[in-house]
């Protein structure tokens, strides 16, 4: 273990949780992931240090796997999936629609930093295509339209919240 | 001991022995660009390729990697490995146009390179440098990283290595000239890799002797102690003649 | 049942003779299909809701409420299953639960709105088995999916779960089980059809110790979804392949590698694991005897090839997972370089059945070469999308007409990909044919792992090949020159044809990348690469010409082939279309002829939709 690199808070616990064993190196990543938003090249360098392995390696793995970020995202992860069933009924339009309607590119965050919008190759819910999910939630039989009117309801609300993400009171005032 | 036929004649050779250093050892042919007798095969560019026959079913394999079997019928020119090469180098001339290394190959097989959108690299993905790096050297300074058309040899985070001991392996091994090793100022850089590793300098006469960091690793790998190589070779050449002197006798007199 | 281990094979039995007396009193079961990540997070509500109707009309004890994986109709779930009747409810809200509570006490009139209705006569079909989408099923698989919870070990114990196992282990050798195993004929369902026995009689042969079992999940195949409702809804029946296996090849240890995707399958599977471990069926001394065997579940990092074996055991090596030459096996060196059998999670699945049903019946059911059921995924244009288990040998009209009921929206079949990435678009005149693992393959696709896609008139088949090849080339690890570069060179070829730029000497150029690929590729994802373009090209090869000579689109899907226009004197100025779109690229005033601004129109047919006076042309 290699106490002088300075340490990201909750990696160790992620570490000794998979027993600091090398082959657990893409579950590290994934929970790190999942805590962080994304994988901070500090936490690399702790893991490196802390599994005995070369940090070329662990940089390896976390650049080989679509599911690792070593960008910060957006607050809403919105996944708009490209397998074939989904392809076949009109999938790709959704997207086209999706990035248009936001300004950014597949894989980009909006300027706000309120969206990013991925790609994923199939999520398995291949009879319910096109497929949606925005922060883990899927949404089914999407089309270009409706994509973006989700969106904009996450915008909506979003706006609803005051800087420092307090509720401004609307909601209160709905219900 | 197996027996194979290559080429329509009988020959011998070690069970498992790769293919590729049998057919050698009877003067033939087979182009390489990521293998190196230094380092385990790779099976990445794909031109050793040859032709084999067993159980009567025909296919290409990597003469690099692929083991020698009794009965084996083997092929290292056959119009399907010619092809099959033509095309390997076609796209590796659209990849990277003007690699020497590349272009003469390409000119020995008649590919011209001009059916496909030219790319500008350098690298041609063989992996010699980080095989190298790993394997032999041991520090591991580069890698792969991404995937598929992105793949590319990087330092991690792209920035220089804090690893990287500034030996020059790697560019030694790279067969397009794609790694260059710079002596700037009082350090050594290594290109592309954004890697700089400061220079240690003569305990005599202040100029440069080596990488600091290849110099410490050298030290500990032959357990030598703090005095060595501390010297550049003018200055202990002036001291102690053109006498070559044994690791002891130089530990002794702290050169 | 508490969490009491089972010591040998007479507790299991007792077990499991006490879980069906303490559930004798139960009338009825209403097994809702909310296991499932398709019915998303609704099914803790839907459940909940008929807790509440069953406590509230005093049937506890005799209404069993059951949370299962899911039922295969796809788009109908979630679905509310009355057992043992078999009357089979769709798209069940928390609103129904009262009636369907109702109706099942009274085991009389079903609830009628909620029941399947005939496309064409519109009558109401009660009974599962008499739908037509099941009527032609042979779900023996996917049947249990419906009996078991699989958060619920004694569930599966119930219904003869690991009975298998303790028949293996108390009077099978080890070789007994290869013979069986062998003999009923079980081949890869994961696509390479291997011939399982054998396999696993090749791994036993390699007296090196110690050797590996792994179930493959990746299911990576875009379309494809059968492992994982296999995983989310009978994870213990995975778990019981795999300890039958890991005793006939002498491995104590096993790994299933589930795709990153498949969150559910993960946790269900995970919960699966300890409840068997709890049960001491995985662990050391297992049913009494010296067997021992322990489980370790690995998820993905998101990469398609590694449900590639030698990749799939870099990954779980902790490495990135590149392929590697497979000139020695990886029966005989594969993960940590020691003798491992890589099965994919249908594959292991068919395994009890084998023990517990025998060789011979095994080997009567499908056909001659291709033993046994397959699940496929029937998705796409068809009209009844879903999870399907067949006889193999059934054939794609039978499949895709007799079960999938056709082509939705009246269009016209154009074509059937099946294989994946790795497999092929067949036509019309292919339909005819038995799925099974050797005749698609003959006509230039496969079979593959299940995934069966289905395509109308409105489908580009040119367009269909660049997909794969993008899909191929984002997932390639870019190891290898001819899969690497052949596949970037193959997008730009039919990039060039899908914009009208493409040449005749562009399809000789993919046939040559194709046989390149075909020949010296390193491994299966880039030799199998060039199927999806090679079989478009053979079949629909008007298609690629039309494209090319004509600079035009015959399905009207390619972008810079197609240009949406509204005819000013049949529109009506309703502005249905200029509210769909978009990139907002039709301007007009209300009532007033709308006109489309061909720099931002995205050519999404979202407007030609919409109109409903004919006034938007697609050309």
Same mark, same amino acid.
């Given at each position: 273990?290699?106490?002088?690199?300075?340490?990201?808070?909750?990696?160790?616990?992620?570490?000794?949780?998979?027993?600091?064993?090398?082959?657990?190196?893409?579950?590290?990543?994934?929970?790190?992931?999942?805590?962080?938003?994304?994988?901070?090249?500090?936490?690399?360098?702790?893991?490196?240090?802390?599994?005995?392995?070369?940090?070329?390696?662990?940089?390896?793995?976390?650049?080989?796997?679509?599911?690792?970020?070593?960008?910060?995202?957006?607050?809403?992860?919105?996944?708009?999936?490209?397998?074939?069933?989904?392809?076949?009924?009109? @999938?790709?339009?959704?997207?086209?629609?999706?990035?248009?309607?936001?300004?950014?590119?597949?894989?980009?965050?909006?300027?706000?930093?309120?969206?990013?919008?991925?790609?994923?190759?199939?999520?398995?819910?291949?009879?319910?295509?096109?497929?949606?999910?925005?922060?883990?939630?899927?949404?089914?039989?999407?089309?270009?339209?409706?994509?973006?009117?989700?969106?904009?309801?996450?915008?909506?609300?979003?706006?609803?919240?005051?800087?420092?993400?307090?509720?401004?009171?609307?909601?209160?005032?709905?219900? | 001991?197996?027996?194979?036929?290559?080429?329509?004649?009988?020959?011998?050779?070690?069970?498992?022995?790769?293919?590729?250093?049998?057919?050698?050892?009877?003067?033939?042919?087979?182009?390489?660009?990521?293998?190196?007798?230094?380092?385990?095969?790779?099976?990445?560019?794909?031109?050793?390729?040859?032709?084999? %026959?067993?159980?009567?079913?025909?296919?290409?394999?990597?003469?690099?990697?692929?083991?020698?079997?009794?009965?084996?019928?083997?092929?290292?020119?056959?119009?399907?490995?010619?092809?099959?090469?033509?095309?390997?180098?076609?796209?590796?001339?659209?990849?990277?146009?003007?690699?020497?290394?590349?272009?003469?190959?390409?000119?020995?097989?008649?590919?011209?390179?001009?059916?496909?959108?030219?790319?500008?690299?350098?690298?041609?993905?063989?992996?010699?440098?980080?095989?190298?790096?790993?394997?032999?050297?041991?520090?591991?300074?580069?890698?792969?990283? *991404?995937?598929?058309?992105?793949?590319?040899?990087?330092?991690?985070?792209?920035?220089?290595?804090? %690893?990287?001991?500034?030996?020059?392996?790697?560019?030694?091994?790279?067969?397009?000239?794609?790694?260059?090793?710079?002596?700037?100022?009082?350090?050594?850089?290594?290109?592309?890799?954004?890697?700089?590793?400061?220079?240690?300098?003569?305990?005599?006469?202040?100029?440069?002797?080596?990488?600091?960091?290849?110099?410490?690793?050298?030290?500990?790998?032959?357990?030598?102690?703090?005095?060595?190589?501390?010297?550049?070779?003018?200055?202990?050449?002036?001291?102690?003649?053109?006498?070559?002197?044994?690791?002891?006798?130089?530990?002794?007199?702290?050169? | 049942?508490?969490?009491?281990?089972?010591?040998?094979? @007479?507790?299991?039995?007792?077990?499991?003779?006490?879980?069906?007396?303490?559930?004798?009193?139960?009338?009825?079961?209403?097994?809702?299909?909310?296991?499932?990540?398709?019915?998303?997070?609704?099914?803790?509500?839907?459940?909940?809701?008929?807790?509440?109707?069953?406590?509230?009309?005093?049937?506890?004890?005799?209404?069993?409420?059951?949370?299962?994986?899911?039922?295969?109709?796809?788009?109908?779930?979630?679905?509310?299953?009355?057992?043992?009747?078999?009357?089979?409810?769709?798209?069940?809200?928390?609103?129904?639960?009262?009636?369907?509570?109702?109706?099942?006490?009274?085991?009389?009139?079903?609830?009628?709105?909620?029941?399947?209705?005939?496309?064409?006569?519109?009558?109401?079909?009660?009974?599962?088995?008499?739908?037509?989408?099941?009527?032609?099923?042979?779900?023996?698989?996917?049947?249990?999916?419906?009996?078991?919870?699989?958060?619920?070990?004694?569930?599966?114990?119930?219904?003869?779960?690991?009975?298998?196992?303790?028949?293996?282990?108390?009077?099978?050798?080890?070789?007994?089980?290869?013979?069986?195993?062998?003999?009923?004929?079980?081949?890869?369902?994961?696509?390479?059809?291997?011939?399982?026995?054998?396999?696993?009689?090749?791994?036993?042969?390699?007296?090196?110790?110690?050797?590996?079992?792994?179930?493959?999940?990746?299911?990576?195949?875009?379309?494809?979804?059968?492992?994982?409702?296999?995983?989310?809804?009978?994870?213990?029946?995975?778990? %019981?392949?795999?300890?039958?296996?890991?005793?006939?090849?002498?491995?104590?240890?096993?790994?299933?590698?589930?795709?990153?995707?498949?969150?559910?399958?993960?946790?269900?599977?995970?919960?699966?694991?300890?409840?068997?471990?709890?049960?001491?069926?995985?662990?050391? @001394?297992?049913?009494?005897?010296?067997?021992?065997?322990?489980?370790?579940?690995?998820?993905? *990092?998101?990469?398609?090839?590694?449900?590639?074996?030698?990749?799939?055991?870099?990954?779980?090596?902790?490495?990135? *997972?590149?392929?590697?030459?497979?000139?020695?096996?990886?029966?005989?060196?594969?993960?940590?370089?020691?003798?491992?059998?890589?099965?994919?999670?249908?594959?292991?699945?068919?395994?009890?059945?084998?023990?517990?049903?025998?060789?011979?019946?095994?080997?009567?059911?499908?056909?001659?070469?291709?033993?046994?059921?397959?699940?496929?995924?029937?998705?796409?244009?068809?009209?009844?999308?879903?999870?399907?288990?067949?006889?193999?040998?059934?054939?794609?009209?039978?499949?895709?007409?007799?079960?999938?009921?056709?082509?939705?929206?009246?269009?016209?079949?154009?074509?059937?990909?099946?294989?994946?990435?790795?497999?092929?678009?067949?036509?019309?005149?292919?339909?005819?044919?038995?799925?099974?693992?050797?005749?698609?393959?003959?006509?230039?696709?496969?079979?593959?792992?299940?995934?069966?896609?289905?395509?109308?008139?409105?489908?580009?088949?040119?367009?269909?090949?660049?997909?794969?090849?993008?899909?191929?080339?984002?997932?390639?690890?870019?190891?290898?020159?001819?899969?690497?570069?052949?596949?970037?060179?193959?997008?730009?070829?039919?990039?060039?044809?899908?914009?009208?730029?493409?040449?005749? %000497?562009?399809?000789?150029?993919?046939?040559?990348?194709?046989?390149?690929?075909?020949?010296?590729?390193?491994?299966?994802?880039?030799?199998?690469?060039?199927?999806?373009?090679?079989?478009?090209?053979?079949?629909?090869?008007?298609?690629?010409?039309?494209?090319?000579?004509?600079?035009?689109?015959?399905?009207?899907?390619?972008?810079?082939?197609?240009?949406?226009?509204?005819?000013?004197?049949?529109?009506?100025?309703?502005?249905?279309?200029?509210?769909?779109?978009?990139?907002?690229?039709?301007? @007009?005033?209300?009532?007033?002829?709308?006109?489309?601004?061909?720099?931002?129109?995205?050519?999404?047919?979202?407007?030609?939709?919409?109109?409903?006076?004919?006034?938007?042309?697609?050309?």
């Amino acid at each position: 273990m290699n106490g002088a690199k300075s340490a990201v808070a909750g990696v160790r616990e992620i570490l000794a949780r998979h027993g600091y064993e090398p082959r657990h190196l893409v579950a590290i990543l994934q929970d790190v992931q999942a805590a962080r938003g994304y994988l901070p090249q500090m936490a690399l360098e702790q893991i490196a240090g802390a599994l005995g392995v070369p940090l070329s390696s662990v940089y390896r793995v976390a650049t080989f796997y679509r599911s690792f970020s070593l960008k910060p995202k957006g607050r809403h992860r919105v996944t708009v999936c490209l397998g074939t069933a989904c392809h076949v009924r009109g @999938g790709s339009q959704v997207l086209d629609a999706l990035l248009a309607h936001l300004g950014i590119e597949a894989g980009g965050t909006t300027a706000d930093g309120l969206f990013t919008v991925e790609t994923v190759n199939c999520l398995g819910a291949c009879a319910l295509g096109p497929l949606v999910v925005i922060d883990g939630e899927y949404h089914t039989n999407m089309s270009g339209e409706r994509a973006i009117s989700l969106v904009q309801k996450f915008s909506q609300r979003a706006q609803g919240r005051s800087r420092y993400g307090e509720d401004t009171g609307e909601r209160r005032r709905r219900s | 001991m197996v027996h194979l036929t290559l080429d329509g004649k009988t020959v011998g050779a070690e069970a498992g022995e790769p293919l590729l250093e049998v057919a050698r050892r009877q003067g033939k042919e087979i182009p390489t660009l990521c293998h190196h007798p230094a380092l385990e095969p790779y099976g990445a560019c794909r031109l050793c390729i040859v032709e084999v %026959e067993r159980r009567s079913s025909r296919k290409i394999v990597t003469s690099c990697n692929f083991p020698a079997e009794d009965g084996l019928t083997v092929w290292t020119d056959s119009p399907r490995v010619m092809n099959n090469r033509r095309l390997i180098l076609e796209l590796l001339l659209a990849r990277c146009p003007g690699v020497e290394a590349i272009e003469r190959l390409a000119k020995v097989y008649g590919s011209d390179g001009s059916r496909f959108r030219k790319s500008a690299e350098k690298c041609i993905l063989c992996g010699l440098c980080v095989r190298v790096c790993e394997e032999v050297i041991g520090v591991s300074a580069i890698s792969f990283a *991404g995937r598929g058309v992105d793949r590319r040899v990087v330092t991690p985070f792209e920035q220089s290595s804090s %690893e990287c001991i500034g030996c020059g392996a790697c560019a030694a091994v790279c067969p397009t000239g794609a790694i260059s090793i710079e002596e700037v100022a009082l350090a050594r850089r290594v290109n592309p890799f954004a890697t700089e590793v400061e220079m240690a300098r003569c305990a005599r006469c202040g100029a440069p002797v080596g990488p600091s960091r290849q110099i410490a690793f050298i030290r500990k790998k032959l357990n030598l102690p703090e005095e060595i190589l501390g010297v550049c070779a003018a200055c202990r050449r002036k001291e102690y003649g053109k006498k070559l002197l044994s690791v002891s006798e130089a530990v002794r007199r702290k050169t | 049942m508490g969490k009491t281990r089972v010591r040998d094979a @007479g507790d299991l039995d007792a077990l499991r003779r006490a879980l069906l007396r303490q559930r004798a009193a139960v009338r009825r079961t209403i097994a809702i299909s909310t296991r499932s990540g398709c019915c998303g997070s609704g099914g803790a509500a839907l459940f909940r809701a008929f807790q509440r109707e069953v406590k509230k009309r005093g049937l506890a004890g005799k209404i069993a409420v059951r949370q299962t994986g899911c039922h295969g109709f796809c788009e109908k779930e979630p679905t509310a299953l009355v057992l043992p009747d078999g009357v089979l409810y769709l798209k069940v809200s928390p609103a129904d639960a009262g009636d369907i509570v109702a109706a099942a006490a009274s085991g009389k009139t079903p609830v009628e709105r909620l029941l399947y209705r005939d496309p064409e006569t519109g009558a109401a079909v009660a009974h599962e088995k008499e739908i037509p989408f099941y009527a032609q099923q042979q779900r023996t698989l996917l049947d249990a999916n419906r009996l078991v919870d699989p958060m619920d070990i004694d569930d599966y114990i119930a219904i003869g779960g690991y009975a298998g196992l303790a028949k293996v282990l108390t009077g099978m050798s080890p070789q007994d089980v290869i013979e069986s195993v062998t003999r009923a004929g079980l081949r890869g369902r994961g696509g390479g059809g291997f011939p399982t026995g054998r396999k696993w009689q090749l791994c036993r042969n390699c007296q090196s110790l110690p050797r590996y079992v792994i179930c493959n999940a990746d299911e990576g195949d875009p379309g494809a979804y059968m492992d994982r409702s296999l995983l989310e809804g009978n994870p213990h029946l995975i778990l %019981e392949g795999m300890l039958i296996g890991a005793y006939a090849v002498g491995s104590s240890q096993g790994f299933v590698y589930v795709r990153n995707e498949y969150p559910l399958a993960l946790k269900h599977l995970t919960v699966a694991l300890k409840q068997a471990q709890e049960r001491g069926l995985v662990g050391e @001394g297992i049913l009494g005897t010296d067997f021992a065997f322990t489980v370790d579940v690995m998820r993905g *990092g998101g990469a398609f090839v590694c449900g590639e074996s030698t990749a799939l055991m870099a990954s779980l090596e902790g490495r990135a *997972g590149e392929p590697r030459a497979k000139y020695v096996h990886t029966v005989e060196k594969g993960l940590y370089g020691q003798p491992t059998v890589l099965n994919n999670v249908e594959t292991w699945a068919n395994v009890p059945l084998i023990i517990n049903k025998g060789w011979q019946w095994y080997a009567q059911t499908g056909s001659k070469a291709s033993p046994g059921t397959k699940i496929f995924s029937l998705v796409g244009k068809v009209n009844t999308t879903g999870l399907v288990e067949v006889p193999l040998g059934m054939t794609l009209r039978q499949i895709i007409f007799g079960i999938g009921g056709g082509i939705r929206g009246h269009k016209r079949f154009k074509a059937v990909q099946t294989g994946g990435p790795s497999g092929g678009c067949l036509p019309e005149q292919c339909l005819d044919l038995p799925v099974d693992f050797d005749t698609l393959t003959e006509s230039g696709s496969m079979m593959g792992s299940g995934g069966m896609i289905v395509m109308d008139e409105d489908t580009c088949m040119v367009d269909v090949a660049r997909y794969f090849v993008r899909f191929l080339q984002e997932e390639s690890c870019g190891k290898c020159v001819p899969c690497r570069e052949g596949l970037r060179a193959m997008e730009e070829v039919l990039t060039r044809i899908t914009a009208g730029n493409g040449t005749e %000497e562009d399809l000789r150029s993919l046939e040559d990348l194709s046989a390149l690929m075909k020949d010296a590729s390193l491994c299966a994802l880039g030799t199998m690469a060039p199927n999806p373009v090679l079989t478009t090209m053979r079949y629909f090869g008007d298609e690629y010409l039309a494209h090319i000579r004509e600079k035009r689109c015959p399905a009207g899907v390619c972008r810079d082939l197609v240009q949406y226009e509204i005819d000013a004197a049949a529109c009506t100025g309703c502005t249905a279309c200029s509210r769909v779109c978009p990139s907002h690229a039709i301007q @007009g005033e209300k009532k007033k002829p709308h006109v489309i601004l061909q720099d931002r129109c995205l050519k999404c047919g979202a407007c030609f939709r919409a109109c409903r006076f004919g006034a938007v042309k697609r050309g």
